[in-house]
């Protein structure tokens, strides 16, 4: 499976966001039918945009790993 860049699709979406709006700004019409489309490219930022932060903070503070508990047979 192919690795996801999320810092080159971020930039896609906000890109995508900035065409939308602008398409919205210049007309009524437009502006209906574009906004559930730029409520759910909003969504995906936010999404991504945590995701990117917690993998960040994971390569800064690896988890440690866990101690295995003894178990006396008996």
Request: overall charge positive; aromatic content about 4%; glycine content about 2%.
């Amino acid at each position: 499976m192919r690795p996801i860049n999320i810092e080159d699709l971020l930039t896609n979406y906000k890109e995508m966001i900035n065409t939308l709006e602008y398409d919205s700004m210049r007309s009524a019409g437009k502006a209906k039918l574009n906004s559930d489309k730029l409520l759910h490219l909003h969504a995906l930022v936010l999404h991504y945009t945590e995701k990117l932060n917690s993998q960040k903070v994971n390569e800064i503070i690896p988890k440690q790993p866990t101690k295995k508990k003894e178990v006396a047979n008996g």
